[in-house]
């Protein structure tokens, strides 16, 4: 594959396998001369905190960062679902099967496949909004991590990448190698509380699906603005998670808790379920890796939730370089309360695009190659994140025998009373069989950034006291 790397920046982009690396070791790689230091800043330079090219494209299709956040639409109640602040945007340009060729240089592998295994699929292009604007602690955060951040290959199953001296945002906005790349993902900021009501739709080729319904409650203390610097250390419980399946009636009551770090150079993910049936709480060390997503039907592994999650030792990461793609963003048609599951799956069991949103957006491209010696679902994958935020819009995987195999896109908006990116839907397409799952928020009660709760609700005891049959 063929990726382009922003010409200006060339030079600090090393490909990982450039550089020696051993396990156990902290890699002084990560420092960063004067020049790239001073290169970052939130107002006045090339680069913005979370290491993106500040300056539009020469075309003008993609436009300035600036630090303005979202203004909220009037008619926006907090509480409630967000509202599309730029629903007077129109359609640019469609790409489908017929033309796709003439944009196949912003268009990746998986992109590709789509368009040539499914003769009615097509993509709306929209105008580029770079809406993801962060608080302003975030920057702060991601500017001392300049001077404080070191990566970390710890001697871990097959070998951990992590970091240290990092807090609250992103380790390495000037990545030298994929491992770094690779920790700004798991370091980019996420809004610290939130109950959800999710459902998880495993579609035929028909359209046929069950509707599976989940409540989530989770902690994200990595970029909690209340925990300070000094009390928080990433390989402590950073993600406290806890699921409980409401529907359908005969799964109803299955528990599922997960604590991991922000980092696991010295933590592996903890993690517990609980059968109504057998009224247990028991530990559950198969909730990790390429293990079946909870109601997937096998069509997405456990670690694919928000792209990628929990340990990465797996795979190696190398650093392919940033690029242009259409990518889904901005994706508040999704997110809307007359977005149901009925309206947006169509007969072919694949999602109606009108409500797609794509935009023209810088990414960084990273691979990730599984391990001599270790096992996957996935023999590659290829992630594509964008430079505003760092999180995984775009995945192209492969199977074993090195040929795509599945597409996965995150929908993502900017809760913009918060300041913080999350995904409004996501979507992965199995080509071979001919499926797609959806992971969807319920329209029936918006997202509560409100919900609060101590540690002790993210224990055993409490999925214990809790359960219900």
């Known amino acids: ?19 020696g690396l051993t396990f156990g070791s902290v890699g002084a790689i990560g420092a960063l001369t004067a020049e790239e230091k001073a290169s970052i800043g939130l107002e006045g330079t090339t ?6 090219i500040r300056a539009g494209n020469a075309e003008g299709t993609i436009p300035e960062w600036k630090n303005e956040p979202i203004v909220p639409p009037s008619d926006f109640t907090v509480g409630e679902f967000h509202t599309d602040p730029f629903r007077d945007d129109k359609v640019q340009f469609t790409i489908n099967a017929q033309n796709f060729k003439d944009y196949a240089d912003k268009l990746t592998v998986g992109q590709i496949q789509m368009f040539q295994t499914y003769p009615d699929y097509f993509m709306n292009v929209y105008p580029t909004r770079r809406s993801a604007v962060y608080p302003k602690y975030i920057y702060d955060s991601a500017e001392k991590n300049l001077d404080r951040s070191e990566i970390v290959l710890a001697d871990m199953n097959m070998g951990i990448v992590g970091f240290k001296g990092s807090r609250k945002a992103w380790a390495f906005p000037i990545p030298h190698n994929g491992n770094e790349a690779w920790m700004n993902q798991s370091s980019r900021p996420i809004n610290p509380w939130m109950e959800s009501w999710e459902t998880t739709l495993a579609i035929t080729s028909t359209g046929d699906y069950v509707v599976n319904k989940l409540s989530i409650q989770q902690h994200q203390k990595w970029s909690d603005p209340d925990i300070a610097d000094e009390d928080f250390n990433p390989e402590d419980p950073s993600l406290l998670y806890y699921q409980t399946l409401t529907a359908p009636a005969k799964l109803a009551g299955q528990v599922v808790l997960a604590i991991d770090p922000a980092t696991f150079t010295k933590v ?44 990465n030792d797996r795979f190696s990461y190398k650093l392919l370089g940033k690029k242009e793609v259409y990518v889904p963003y901005n994706g508040y048609k999704l997110l809307a309360k007359d977005a149901t599951p009925d309206k947006i799956i169509n007969e072919s ?41 760092w999180w995984i819009m775009l995945v192209d995987g492969y199977d074993r025998r090195d040929q795509i195999w599945r597409y996965w896109e995150s929908h993502d908006v900017v809760w913009y009373d918060k300041g913080f990116v999350h995904a409004a839907a996501e979507f992965q397409y199995d080509m071979q069989a001919g499926r797609m799952i959806a992971l969807l928020l319920d329209k029936n009660r918006a997202p509560d950034f409100t919900w609060r709760n101590d540690d002790n609700y993210f224990t055993p005891a409490s999925v214990r006291r809790n359960g219900i049959r």
Do not use: C
């Open 1 to 19: 594959m063929s990726v382009v790397i922003a010409g200006k920046f060339k030079s600090a982009i090393v490909l990982a396998g450039a550089i």
């Open 47 to 52: 680069l913005t905190p979370s290491g993106a």
């Open 268 to 311: 592996f993910r903890r993690a517990w379920a609980y059968s109504p049936g057998q009224r247990r709480v028991k530990r559950a060390p198969q909730i990790v890796y390429d293990n079946p997503l909870t109601a997937s039907d096998g069509l997405a592994t456990t670690d694919q939730k928000w792209g990628f999650n929990g340990p």
């Open 349 to 389: 069991g694949r999602l109606n695009q009108d409500y797609s949103r794509y935009e023209l957006h810088r990414v960084w491209a990273v691979e990730a190659t599984l391990k001599e010696g270790t096992n996957h679902d996935y023999g590659k994958r290829v992630f594509y994140l964008d430079e505003d935020s």
